[in-house]
């Protein structure tokens, strides 16, 4: 079953403007990271947030986590063109291991 | 800053052949992570080792194998190539387990 649920699937906003990107997860996690991807590139790693973090900032980036209602947000402020790319958050489950698992990402895109 | 390295980048394979993919983690990364991303996919776990041993274990076809050697860097070895494993395939770093992962910038594969 998929463990992180992006929405929206796409989002498309005029430069300037700010963007909101949730994600819901069904299982206990240790840390929540989110990732860019530019089309058919790397994933890029944006910013961890911690089980028992509330509210994380990174440069233009927020990020949010409610672990009661088990979702984050990323908002990212004064969007760029060059932020246009598609955004995945994954989740690190709590025990010894540590993979990630991916929702299917959102798609942003930003006007110029 | 020393990112983690792939090689080779791309490569292309007939059905039924075989394929070794090299990962080389960041200096002092002793934890290696390996996903496969197939077309407008989310990025699917595939396995992970830290220190030279499997940590764990995700949706790894039999036909596929991995080790980390004695330098930390890992490879995959996939036989047996179907047309369904064409995809990209990443590898990941980490300083330790549970921590952020780094991910390198991937394998395309494409099997004919």
């Known amino acids: 079953s998929q463990q992180g649920e992006e929405d929206p699937q796409a989002l498309s906003i005029q430069e300037g403007e700010n963007a909101t990107m949730n994600c819901s997860y069904k299982t206990s996690i240790n840390n929540l990271q989110w990732y860019r991807q530019n089309s058919g590139r790397g994933l890029v790693h944006l910013i961890l947030i911690r089980s028992n973090e509330r509210e994380k900032h990174s440069g233009r980036l927020r990020v949010t986590l409610d672990t009661s209602k088990k979702s984050s947000s990323l908002l990212i402020t004064a969007s760029r063109a060059a932020d246009t790319a598609s955004y995945f958050c994954?989740?690190?489950?709590?025990?010894?291991?540590?993979?990630?698992?991916f929702g299917k990402g959102i798609t942003l895109s930003v006007r110029p | 800053a020393a990112g983690v390295i792939q090689s080779p980048r791309h490569l292309i394979k007939e059905k039924r052949e075989t394929a070794t993919l090299k990962c080389y983690p960041i200096?002092?990364?002793?934890?290696v992570y390996w996903y496969q991303q197939g077309p407008g996919q989310d990025p699917q776990f595939l396995i992970s080792?830290?220190?030279?041993?499997?940590?764990d274990k995700g949706s790894i076809p039999d036909r596929f194998s991995a080790q980390q050697f004695s330098d930390y860097h890992s490879e995959l070895n996939m036989s047996s190539l179907e047309l369904g494993d064409s995809a990209l395939y990443f590898c990941a770093s980490s300083l330790a387990l549970g921590d952020t992962q780094y991910f390198g910038p991937g394998t395309r594969l494409t099997v004919l």
């Open positions: 080792f830290y220190e030279k041993m499997q940590s």
């Open positions: 994954a989740t690190g489950p709590t025990g010894a291991n540590s993979k990630l698992t």
């Open positions: 200096p002092r990364h002793d934890t």
